[in-house]
C-alpha cells in the first residue's frame, strides 16, 4: 500500500537523498504539509513535482560543451 504522505525521514529514502537534503530541500520550497503537531507530511508527487525543477537536458548540455570545446581548439590551435 502505498501512504501517498511521507515525513521527511521516509521522503529522503524515497528520493535516494539523506534526512538534511530533504530539510534543505523543504527551506528551499518543496512543498509540505505542516499538522498542528508539528509533524511535516510530504506528498510523493510534490518531492518528483520539486525534482522535476532539476532535470537535466543533455541536448543543452551538449551544445554548450560543444561550444566550449571549439572554442579552446581555437584558442590553443
Not at 522535476?52 to 541536448?59: D, G, I, L, T, Y
Amino acid at each position: 500500500m502505498d501512504p501517498g504522505w511521507l515525513k521527511p525521514r521516509h521522503a529522503a529514502e524515497y528520493a535516494g537523498v539523506s534526512e538534511r537534503t530533504v530539510r534543505d530541500w523543504l527551506k528551499d520550497g518543496l512543498s509540505h504539509s505542516r499538522l498542528r503537531s508539528g509533524s511535516i507530511l510530504i506528498k510523493r508527487a510534490w518531492i518528483d513535482e520539486y525534482l522535476e525543477n532539476f532535470k537535466a537536458m543533455p541536448e543543452i548540455m551538449n551544445k554548450t560543451v560543444d561550444k566550449i570545446a571549439a572554442s579552446l581548439v581555437k584558442k590553443y590551435v
